[in-house]
């Protein structure tokens, strides 16, 4: 017998395991022979540390890449991390400030030192606790986004862009985040339902007394004001036709315009317009050539336009606006309102429409093949729901804002020369070339050129990612790229298919001809028990690195694995951490049962005999259905059909039915088939549970060093034994059924019984496993018959009936009253089940199915009725 520890010390085995791997480079890969199956890591922030999303993500993705190393690919799994540019910014401000240091106050180039001081210090953390989680990225491929070759990647496909006309440089009205005080795409802004106010003004009527009422949620964008539009067919208005208005404390008259855009049923049906504020309203005013006046700083102040309050916060200003505009009674009337306010996605601050000099990528052209490969499943998302919603934002596309006023990040490659105009270049030198091209009479030194001040957005070097991992921009003909692209599965949350699996599409498609992957699996959002999504500010994430040191790495993983299928969210509760860490108990309390057996060499019992085939049909049968599952990318069911496999079928049947007595060996067939099965089970296991199925595997059979499970060889279903699985599922049911009797008449386990079954269809298949069904149920005699036995209770399984003669442990006249009670109860049913049935009303006004269910009830009631009364004849 091999001395095994008690219990399983999941941290111990997990760091031993993890750094064995490392040292034996199993994580590695290189280009091959093999079949490459390739997964590149949506990169987390730089920034970020393990939540409850990464480690859900992380663990599909290691399990799919443990499962292909297994079947014989060359998997490849690369890691890195993403420079968020402002997230990173913010952190590196922060910091700055408790020092006493303002941006302001620094150069670019004395700003970047400090960014990179900070990412070399804290950056990369959330990388190091994924290997707790036992990711098995290669981790000498570990990718930044800022790093020289990415960077370089970055650059170039800028100016390739700009040199095909599909980057731009013009005034649109942006989203502008007043704390980051950059622009923000229409992706990185947040829509949140907030209780705000309508506020109903007078606008008067020019040269009247009379006056336009006009709602608005944004008193203080009436600074900004340059006409008010109405419905041309709303007839309330008509009279306004060549009229102005007066803007109410600003005195600014203004034209009154007609426009269909109008929605007449909001607030009056007379509309502000602000064109300097509002995308629509800046649409409007492009349309009828109205003036534009931007009132607001880019820190969300008042700017000089804003007049008596320039240098206040916009908040501050909405509320002593709307004060002045009392005390003067030009307010009709406020009311409550409830709308949703775009906010940034990064601070939170509440978004501000913004006209403004930025970059954009044109992605018309760029989204065109990119819907066309996604919709004919080309690249199939997992679950295709998601294909509509992709379909809905591809063919809406609009222009992307690329530009960030930031230092963080890769500098956009563009320069102004003294006359005002731009050269893109991939370096100083290049661009002074081309503007000496250009302008030969000019004579410009590198002096003469200003590179432009801002960064890219983040997302820009994100929908490189599958083809800069490999250096597929700079050498699009390496080995490395030919052999790992285009990879195989993104594992990724459905909130950024737009900002980077939309775009990744595009980049593919563009730079390599070729999609980046072939499958997109979307994960759910992690939410707590009241279906709130978890996060910091509600306090209710747990943390990632607590619950490892508490259930282990395989209890999580399998925790958050069972309870999320594809594309749905997780209701998280720690009790499927708990489940989990409790499965892998259970297989290291089977693994020490198995090994505790006596080994001899002994004739096999026939009962072992059938168990081992029966296990063998049973495994060949799931193992057909896990390829099956995980072809559909059905995780969460594959998991739970292997952890029923193993705590069922394997543990409370097959080890039970082989199970030597007490003090007794076992045949040596019997104990090395065991032994192969244990080591099959934990293969199959092992992408979902590295950790324990490694250290079982070690201790199933002696080993050398290097014989790791995780290289070894996934087993694989053949033809299905279906003739094998029937019986014994018979033979399950019937012990089942012989089970309950036991425990409805409270029979100890330790008291034999006799049973005996009619001879009947499946009576061959009892005969057969008599055994193992003997041995199962404790019986001391197990026969058919032909004749129905008295004294005893009958019970049917299938078309069998068996019979168990009552022993001195059950009281005959308690048994008696409870059939009889048993029959009363079914009589009464029956009674109001035929009342019902005898009304010609409802059997003729009744949909069918109705009456066909009120029908079966009848008859299961009547042959109810007729087995309870046999049984209690059967006691008389």
Same mark, same amino acid.
């Not at 340059?226 to 709303?234: G, K, L, N, Y």
């Not at 006046?293 to 336009?305: E, P, R, V």
């Given at each position: 017998?091999?001395?095994?520890?008690?219990?399983?010390?999941?941290?111990?085995?997990?760091?031993?395991?993890?750094?064995?791997?490392?040292?034996?480079?199993?994580?590695?890969?290189?280009?091959?022979?093999?079949?490459?199956?390739?997964?590149?890591?949506?990169?987390?922030?730089?920034?970020?540390?393990?939540?409850?999303?990464?480690?859900?993500?992380?663990?599909?993705?290691?399990?799919?890449?443990?499962?292909?190393?297994?079947?014989?690919?060359?998997?490849?799994?690369?890691?890195?991390?993403?420079?968020?540019?402002?997230?990173?910014?913010?952190?590196?401000?922060?910091?700055?400030?408790?020092?006493?240091?303002?941006?302001?106050?620094?150069?670019?180039?004395?700003?970047?030192?400090?960014?990179?001081?900070?990412?070399?210090?804290?950056?990369?953390?959330?990388?190091?606790?994924?290997?707790?989680?036992?990711?098995?990225?290669?981790?000498?491929?570990?990718?930044?986004?800022?790093?020289?070759?990415?960077?370089?990647?970055?650059?170039?496909?800028?100016?390739?862009?700009?040199?095909?006309?599909?980057?731009?440089?013009?005034?649109?009205?942006?989203?502008?985040?007043?704390?980051?005080?950059?622009?923000?795409?229409?992706?990185?802004?947040?829509?949140?339902?907030?209780?705000?106010?309508?506020?109903?003004?007078?606008?008067?009527?020019?040269?009247?007394?009379?006056?336009?009422?006009?709602?608005?949620?944004?008193?203080?964008?009436?600074?900004?004001?340059?006409?008010?539009?109405?419905?041309?067919?709303?007839?309330?208005?008509?009279?306004?036709?060549?009229?102005?208005?007066?803007?109410?404390?600003?005195?600014?008259?203004?034209?009154?315009?007609?426009?269909?855009?109008?929605?007449?049923?909001?607030?009056?049906?007379?509309?502000?317009?602000?064109?300097?504020?509002?995308?629509?309203?800046?649409?409007?005013?492009?349309?009828?050539?109205?003036?534009?006046?931007?009132?607001?700083?880019?820190?969300?102040?008042?700017?000089?336009?804003?007049?008596?309050?320039?240098?206040?916060?916009?908040?501050?200003?909405?509320?002593?606006?709307?004060?002045?505009?009392?005390?003067?009674?030009?307010?009709?009337?406020?009311?409550?309102?409830?709308?949703?306010?775009?906010?940034?996605?990064?601070?939170?601050?509440?978004?501000?429409?913004?006209?403004?000099?930025?970059?954009?990528?044109?992605?018309?052209?760029?989204?065109?093949?990119?819907?066309?490969?996604?919709?004919?499943?080309?690249?199939?998302?997992?679950?295709?729901?998601?294909?509509?919603?992709?379909?809905?934002?591809?063919?809406?596309?609009?222009?992307?804002?690329?530009?960030?006023?930031?230092?963080?990040?890769?500098?956009?490659?563009?320069?102004?020369?003294?006359?005002?105009?731009?050269?893109?270049?991939?370096?100083?030198?290049?661009?002074?070339?081309?503007?000496?091209?250009?302008?030969?009479?000019?004579?410009?030194?590198?002096?003469?050129?200003?590179?432009?001040?801002?960064?890219?957005?983040?997302?820009?070097?994100?929908?490189?990612?599958?083809?800069?991992?490999?250096?597929?921009?700079?050498?699009?003909?390496?080995?490395?790229?030919?052999?790992?692209?285009?990879?195989?599965?993104?594992?990724?949350?459905?909130?950024?298919?737009?900002?980077?699996?939309?775009?990744?599409?595009?980049?593919?498609?563009?730079?390599?001809?070729?999609?980046?992957?072939?499958?997109?699996?979307?994960?759910?959002?992690?939410?707590?028990?009241?279906?709130?999504?978890?996060?910091?500010?509600?306090?209710?994430?747990?943390?990632?690195?607590?619950?490892?040191?508490?259930?282990?790495?395989?209890?999580?993983?399998?925790?958050?694995?069972?309870?999320?299928?594809?594309?749905?969210?997780?209701?998280?509760?720690?009790?499927?951490?708990?489940?989990?860490?409790?499965?892998?108990?259970?297989?290291?309390?089977?693994?020490?049962?198995?090994?505790?057996?006596?080994?001899?060499?002994?004739?096999?019992?026939?009962?072992?005999?059938?168990?081992?085939?029966?296990?063998?049909? %049973?495994?060949? &049968?799931?193992?057909?259905? *896990? +390829?099956?599952?995980? $072809? /559909?990318?059905?995780? @969460?069911?594959? #998991?739970?059909?292997?952890?029923?496999?193993?705590?069922?079928?394997?543990?409370?049947?097959?080890?039970?039915?082989?199970?030597?007595?007490?003090?007794?060996?076992?045949?040596?067939?019997?104990?090395?088939?065991?032994?192969?099965?244990?080591?099959?089970?934990?293969?199959?296991?092992?992408?979902?549970?590295?950790?324990?199925?490694?250290?079982?595997?070690?201790?199933?059979?002696?080993?050398?060093?290097?014989?790791?499970?995780?290289?070894?060889?996934?087993?694989?279903?053949?033809?299905?034994?279906?003739?094998?699985?029937?019986?014994?599922?018979?033979?399950?049911?019937?012990?089942?059924?012989?089970?309950?009797?036991?425990?409805? %008449?409270?029979? &100890?386990?330790?008291?034999? *019984? +006799?049973?005996?079954? $009619? /001879?009947?269809?499946? @009576?061959?298949? #009892?005969?057969?496993?008599?055994?193992?069904?003997?041995?199962?149920?404790?019986?001391?005699?197990?026969?058919?018959?032909?004749?129905?036995?008295?004294?005893?209770?009958?019970?049917?399984?299938?078309?069998?009936?068996?019979?168990?003669?009552?022993?001195?442990?059950?009281?005959?006249?308690?048994?008696?009253?409870?059939?009889?009670?048993?029959?009363?109860?079914?009589?009464?049913?029956?009674?109001?089940?035929?009342?019902?049935?005898?009304?010609?009303?409802?059997?003729?006004?009744?949909?069918?199915?109705?009456?066909?269910?009120?029908?079966?009830?009848?008859?299961?009631?009547?042959?109810?009725?007729?087995?309870?009364?046999?049984?209690?004849?059967?006691?008389?």
């Amino acid at each position: 017998m091999t001395e095994i520890a008690s219990k399983y010390e999941a941290k111990a085995i997990e760091d031993k395991w993890y750094a064995k791997w490392m040292n034996n480079k199993c994580f590695a890969s290189q280009p091959d022979g093999r079949k490459a199956f390739t997964i590149v890591i949506p990169p987390p922030n730089v920034t970020g540390v393990l939540h409850m999303g990464h480690m859900l993500n992380n663990t599909i993705q290691d399990v799919l890449v443990r499962r292909a190393r297994m079947k014989g690919f060359n998997a490849c799994w690369v890691p890195g991390t993403d420079h968020a540019s402002i997230a990173t910014e913010a952190k590196v401000v922060a910091k700055l400030k408790e020092e006493g240091i303002n941006k302001q106050d620094l150069s670019r180039e004395e700003f970047l030192a400090h960014a990179w001081d900070w990412k070399e210090k804290h950056g990369g953390i959330i990388l190091q606790q994924l290997k707790k989680l036992g990711a098995s990225c290669d981790w000498d491929r570990t990718r930044f986004t800022m790093e020289e070759a990415l960077y370089e990647s970055v650059i170039d496909v800028f100016v390739d862009l700009y040199d095909k006309g599909l980057i731009y440089r013009g005034v649109r009205m942006v989203n502008w985040d007043p704390v980051a005080l950059t622009a923000l795409s229409d992706e990185e802004v947040i829509f949140k339902e907030q209780n705000s106010k309508l506020y109903y003004l007078k606008y008067k009527i020019e040269n009247s007394e009379e006056f336009v009422v006009v709602a608005t949620t944004r008193p203080e964008t009436i600074l900004g004001d340059t006409a008010v539009c109405v419905h041309p067919e709303d007839e309330r208005y008509s009279s306004l036709k060549g009229k102005r208005l007066i803007v109410p404390l600003v005195g600014r008259s203004v034209p009154v315009i007609f426009d269909e855009y109008v929605d007449r049923e909001f607030g009056t049906g007379a509309l502000k317009i602000t064109p300097a504020h509002d995308v629509n309203d800046y649409n409007l005013g492009l349309k009828h050539k109205l003036d534009v006046i931007d009132i607001f700083n880019d820190n969300g102040t008042l700017n000089d336009n804003g007049g008596v309050y320039a240098s206040m916060d916009r908040f501050d200003c909405r509320r002593k606006i709307v004060e002045d505009l009392q005390e003067a009674g030009l307010v009709f009337k406020i009311e409550d309102y409830n709308n949703k306010i775009g906010c940034s996605e990064r601070t939170n601050a509440v978004i501000e429409p913004k006209l403004s000099l930025q970059w954009f990528v044109r992605m018309e052209k760029l989204a065109k093949p990119a819907l066309e490969v996604v919709m004919n499943d080309t690249i199939r998302f997992h679950p295709a729901k998601f294909k509509n919603v992709y379909r809905h934002w591809m063919e809406n596309v609009k222009d992307w804002c690329i530009s960030r006023q930031l230092w963080w990040g890769q500098r956009i490659p563009a320069y102004y020369l003294p006359n005002r105009e731009v050269v893109v270049a991939k370096t100083l030198e290049e661009a002074l070339a081309k503007a000496r091209e250009r302008f030969p009479e000019e004579n410009y030194t590198s002096a003469d050129l200003k590179q432009d001040e801002d960064v890219l957005d983040t997302w820009f070097s994100s929908w490189l990612w599958p083809i800069s991992v490999f250096d597929g921009i700079r050498h699009p003909d390496n080995d490395q790229i030919r052999y790992y692209y285009p990879t195989d599965d993104l594992i990724t949350a459905p909130e950024i298919i737009f900002f980077w699996v939309a775009r990744m599409i595009m980049a593919g498609l563009e730079y390599r001809k070729e999609v980046p992957f072939r499958n997109v699996y979307f994960t759910g959002i992690v939410r707590d028990k009241l279906g709130r999504k978890m996060s910091k500010s509600l306090g209710n994430s747990p943390n990632p690195i607590e619950l490892m040191d508490r259930y282990g790495a395989d209890g999580v993983r399998m925790g958050m694995l069972l309870a999320s299928p594809a594309g749905n969210d997780l209701p998280f509760d720690e009790s499927y951490c708990e489940q989990g860490r409790n499965f892998s108990n259970k297989i290291w309390n089977a693994l020490r049962l198995v090994k505790s057996w006596k080994v001899e060499q002994l004739p096999q019992p026939d009962s072992s005999r059938k168990a081992v085939e029966w296990f063998e049909a %049973k495994m060949n &049968a799931t193992l057909c259905e *896990l +390829e099956k599952d995980f $072809s /559909n990318y059905k995780l @969460s069911e594959a #998991l739970m059909t292997v952890y029923k496999f193993i705590w069922d079928d394997f543990c409370s049947w097959y080890l039970e039915i082989i199970k030597p007595a007490y003090q007794s060996p076992i045949d040596s067939e019997t104990y090395e088939r065991t032994l192969d099965i244990f080591e099959r089970l934990m293969k199959i296991l092992h992408p979902f549970m590295p950790f324990v199925t490694e250290e079982i595997y070690h201790m199933i059979r002696q080993r050398k060093e290097d014989d790791f499970l995780m290289l070894s060889s996934m087993p694989c279903g053949t033809e299905r034994d279906d003739a094998v699985l029937e019986c014994f599922a018979f033979v399950q049911e019937f012990i089942a059924g012989v089970r309950t009797v036991r425990n409805e %008449k409270n029979i &100890a386990q330790k008291v034999a *019984l +006799e049973v005996y079954y $009619s /001879n009947g269809r499946e @009576s061959g298949t #009892l005969a057969e496993y008599a055994d193992i069904i003997s041995k199962m149920c404790n019986l001391k005699r197990f026969e058919s018959t032909s004749e129905k036995v008295g004294g005893a209770i009958a019970k049917m399984v299938g078309t069998t009936e068996f019979f168990i003669p009552l022993t001195g442990s059950v009281d005959k006249d308690e048994e008696k009253r409870k059939i009889e009670a048993d029959i009363k109860y079914y009589e009464g049913f029956r009674a109001s089940v035929m009342k019902k049935l005898s009304n010609e009303s409802f059997v003729s006004k009744a949909p069918t199915n109705i009456v066909e269910a009120e029908r079966k009830k009848l008859s299961d009631s009547e042959q109810k009725i007729a087995l309870l009364k046999e049984q209690l004849a059967a006691l008389k």
